[in-house]
C-alpha cells in the first residue's frame, strides 16, 4: 500500500473533523440544536447502525420507540416541555370521575328515574351524579339525621333484607337455569313455573317495587 493510498482517507476524515456534517434524524427539542459528527455506532436495542456513534438508537427503534435517536427521549405529543418550563401530571381524581360504589339504603326506596344531566360530587361519598341525585341524598340524610336510632335499625333491617334478596335471586337464577337443561314433564313443568313467579313475586316485594293493580 503506497503512501498515497494512506493519506487520501485520512485527509477525508480530517475535513469530516474540521466541518461536522448535521445528521438528519428524528430528534427531541433538546438535541435538534446540537451537530453530531456522521460515525458508525450501534444501537442499544437492536445493535444495528445508528447514524453517529453518539446516537443511543438506529431510525427503526427511533420510530417504534417514538423516542429520540440521540438520547431517546419521548418524542410523544406534549411530553417535551419548553426550556425552564416543567409539565406537571393532572391528579388522577381530575382526570376520572369516581364511580358510585357505596349501596343506598334500601328504606330511601327509589333513585329518581328522572334527573338532570350534570355532574357534581355527591353527599356522604357516594361518588358522583346528578343535582337531582345529590338532591334526593341529602333529603334522605336529613330525615335519617332527625331520628338517628330509627335509622340505625332500619340500618339492619335493610341489611338483613338486602341478604334475603341476595338468596332468592340466587334461587330464581338456579331454577331458570335448570329449565333450559332439564326435561320437565307437562306436569312438573307447570308446578317448577308456577314455583317461580311465587318467587319473582317475592323479590319484588322485598325490592318494595310496585305489583300490578297497586299504586
Known sequence: MTMKTLLVPLLVWLVILAH?????????????????????????????????????????????????????????????????????PVPATDQVHRPNTKAYPVHWGAVPRI????????????????????????????????????????????????EKIRQVEKKIADMEDLAMRARFTAEGLKKHEEELTALREQL???????RPGTK
Open 115 to 162: 334527573q338532570t344531566k350534570d355532574l357534581r360530587p355527591l353527599p356522604d361519598g357516594y361518588g358522583m351524579g346528578s343535582s337531582t341525585l345529590a338532591g334526593w341524598i341529602q333529603k334522605n340524610l336529613d330525615e335519617d339525621a332527625k331520628t338517628p336510632h330509627t335509622a340505625k335499625d332500619q340500618q339492619a333491617k335493610d341489611t338483613a333484607n338486602a
Open 20 to 88: 461536522p456534517p448535521s445528521v438528519n434524524a428524528a430528534m427531541c427539542a433538546g438535541c435538534k440544536g446540537k451537530i453530531f459528527i456522521m460515525s458508525i455506532g450501534a444501537c442499544g436495542t437492536c445493535q444495528a447502525m445508528t447514524s453517529s456513534g453518539a446516537f443511543k438508537l438506529c431510525p427503526k427503534c427511533s420510530d417504534k420507540l417514538v423516542q429520540c435517536e440521540a438520547c431517546q427521549r419521548s418524542l410523544k405529543a406534549k411530553t417535551d416541555a419548553p426550556p425552564g418550563m416543567e409539565i406537571k
Open 204 to 210: 319484588k316485594i322485598l325490592k318494595g317495587e310496585p
